[in-house]
């Protein structure tokens, strides 16, 4: 039987680790000074949000929609300007992240293009 993501990066730990390598990534990486600024100093909070949106998304538990309500992506990301340079950058973020938590070219690739399709659906200035 074939693994969702979500087994295949570890169950929770392993989603909970994601969300945090994805905002370390965030943190230290140069290149993603555009989207860190979007984002309060304390990240505790959007971290767990992370976290729970991708669990259901990648195959687990539907923690975030359960918490929730609807999972809409485009409601909470209007207040910001997020262009293709932010997409970029988040995108940039997320490949860090995998690979930081050890996840294999073959996830990787898996992942890529539903990523993008995220990182697309929350981008609101066309330019």
């Known amino acids: ?31 993603a000074h555009d989207i860190r600024a979007m984002h309060a100093d304390n990240l505790d909070e959007i971290k767990d949000k992370l976290f729970e949106y991708l669990s259901g998304w990648l195959g687990g538990p539907r923690l975030y929609s359960e918490k929730y309500g609807t ?36 996830l990787r690739g898996l992942l890529k293009q539903p990523f993008k399709m995220i990182a697309g659906t929350v981008q ?4």
């Not at 169950?11 to 230290?28: P, T």
Request: proline content about 4%; charged content about 30%; aromatic content about 8%.
């Open 1 to 31: 039987m074939r693994q969702t993501p979500y087994e295949m990066l570890g169950g929770e730990a392993g989603i909970r680790d994601l969300a945090g390598a994805f905002y370390n990534a965030m943190d230290r990486m140069e290149t």
């Open 71 to 106: 999972v809409c992506l485009t409601e909470p990301h209007a207040p910001f300007e997020i262009g293709s340079k932010e997409r970029d950058q988040w995108l940039a973020c997320m490949d860090q992240a995998l690979v930081d938590v050890g996840a294999d070219d073959e």
């Open 124 to 127: 609101n200035q066309r330019d």
